[in-house]
Nanobody, 119 residues
């Protein structure tokens, strides 16, 4: 049974940092990544990484502030989020799929973790 389990969300002041983790079990994946959904908005791509080659992909809105990384031994991906702003407030979802880009299929999803940035 495939599971993606996120952790690390919470409440932080603007300008602060959070680190999200996503541990996968049941199988390994070509790519893992993060999406987010703010209230009243559609889910959007945040970042992804190739678990094989390590190449990364970021949404323009988070470039230079967020860093995605992986630990293949633990089948885990991380999202270091710095310089957080209120507009980063959303439920963050871990996903696993074919390749590290929003245009590819993402077939497995975690339950989501809330990130709230207070102004």
């Amino acid at each position: 049974q495939v599971q993606l389990v996120e952790s690390g969300g919470g409440l932080v002041q603007a300008g602060g940092s959070l680190r999200l983790s996503c541990a996968a079990s049941g199988r390994t994946f070509n790519a893992m990544g993060w999406f987010r959904q703010a209230p009243g908005k559609e889910r959007e791509f945040v970042s992804a990484i190739s678990m094989t080659f390590g190449n990364t992909n970021y949404a323009d809105s988070v470039k230079g502030r967020f860093t995605i990384s992986r630990d293949n031994a633990k089948n885990t991906v991380f999202l270091q989020m710095n310089s957080l702003a209120p507009e980063d407030t959303a439920v963050y979802y871990c996903a696993a799929g074919l390749a590290p880009g929003p245009q590819y299929p993402w077939n497995y999803w975690g339950q989501g973790t809330q990130v709230t940035v207070a102004s």
